[in-house]
């Protein structure tokens, strides 16, 4: 069994920054990839950023150049640096770690920006 903790998440006012926290723990042999999904109010969840074992990165184009996914293979466990946050940013933000076998989810964390 793969257990997902995320944290970090909040209120925050617009231009201002959260960090995002996501570890992974359990039966983990192997993991692909991780990285963080978000999900608004009325909308589809869609991918923010992720990033593969071998270190490659993706970033969806709304985020780029104001978020920023890492990842420390030791601890399994992933960051998502959030900076100029706006409204739009609102949303549920999932972590998801990808191993050969399953796809794991966490359970979300809620990112609020808002003055």
């Known amino acids: 069994q793969v257990q997902l903790v995320e944290s970090g998440g909040g209120l925050v006012q617009p231009g201002g920054s959260l960090r995002l926290s996501c570890a992974a723990s359990g039966s983990i042999f192997s993991i692909i990839a991780m990285g963080w999904y978000r999900q608004a109010p009325g909308k589809q969840r869609e991918l923010v950023a992720t990033?593969?074992?071998?270190?490659?990165?993706n970033y969806a184009e709304s985020v780029k150049g104001r978020f920023t996914i890492s990842r420390d293979s030791a601890k399994n466990t992933v960051h998502l640096q959030m900076s100029s946050l706006k409204p739009e940013d609102t949303a549920v933000y999932y972590c998801?770690?990808?191993?050969?076998?399953?796809?794991?989810w966490g359970q979300g964390t809620q990112v609020t920006v808002s003055s």
């Open positions: 998801k770690t990808i191993t050969p076998r399953y796809t794991y």
């Open positions: 990033i593969t074992s071998g270190g490659t990165t």
